[in-house]
């Protein structure tokens, strides 16, 4: 399984942007994709993640209400539209998969439940 990580870049406080996230090598529709970011000196931390078949969701509290992550089947691509973004967005951010299955979305806020991960692209939001 191969994750492809794209979109990041300079925003400014306030504005939007959306991450892509390409996934080769696999049959992914019984899989859960995720998104966690990491701000220097800080620990990995759970931003988004949803069920490939089916859709169900999950929110980190910080970015629930202003994220949405969804997917498009045919393209094997999952995105994170983020926006109102804040200075404490700012984080490497990064794509991963999991073939494990839980019933509970809240699952997936573990970053243990994920066995691939792309490499990240990087969010600043400005000032």
């Known amino acids: 399984v191969q994750l492809q990580a794209s979109g990041g870049g300079l925003v400014q406080a306030g504005g939007s942007l959306r991450l892509s996230c390409v996934a080769s090598g696999g049959t992914f529709s019984s899989y859960t994709m995720g998104w966690f970011r990491q701000a220097p000196g800080k620990e990995r931390e759970f931003v988004a993640a949803?069920?490939?078949?089916?859709?169900?969701?999950e929110y980190a509290a910080s970015v629930k209400g202003r994220s949405t992550i969804s997917r498009d089947n045919a393209k094997n691509t999952v995105y994170l539209q983020m926006d109102s973004l804040t200075l404490e967005d700012t984080a490497v951010y990064y794509c991963?998969?999991?073939?494990?299955?839980?019933?509970?979305?809240?699952?997936?806020?573990?970053?243990?439940?994920?066995?691939?991960w792309g490499q990240g692209t990087q969010v600043t939001v400005s000032s």
């Open positions: 991963a998969a999991s073939d494990q299955y839980y019933s509970g979305m809240s699952s997936y806020s573990r970053r243990t439940t994920f066995d691939y």
């Open positions: 949803i069920r490939w078949f089916g859709g169900s969701t």
